[in-house]
């Protein structure tokens, strides 16, 4: 029986999604300035999103085989104010 999403306009697909649909796996806080999560997982993805108040810096984010990296990119920020910046992402992952 075949599985997944067809979504169509005017009778033509515009989205078809039948071998993999995506699965959240879990979501960190990122509090440190790097870190990595391990994942028994294939075919990883992620995005992370603001969850302070204020200015955060800038996430690299990385996936390498089962392991997503992340580091905190806290000299892509400079000039006044920029003791005000945190680290305040969350990273979201999961697999497809």
Known sequence: MPQGIEIYKGGSPTISVTTSLCRVLG???LTDSQGAIVCEDSRLWAYVYRISSGGSY???????GNTINW???EDAIYGAGTNKYAKGMRLVYGSY
Request: charged share 25%.
């Open 71 to 73: 580091i905190y990119l």
């Open 58 to 64: 800038p996430v690299k984010i990385t996936i390498n």
């Open 27 to 29: 979501k960190v806080d």
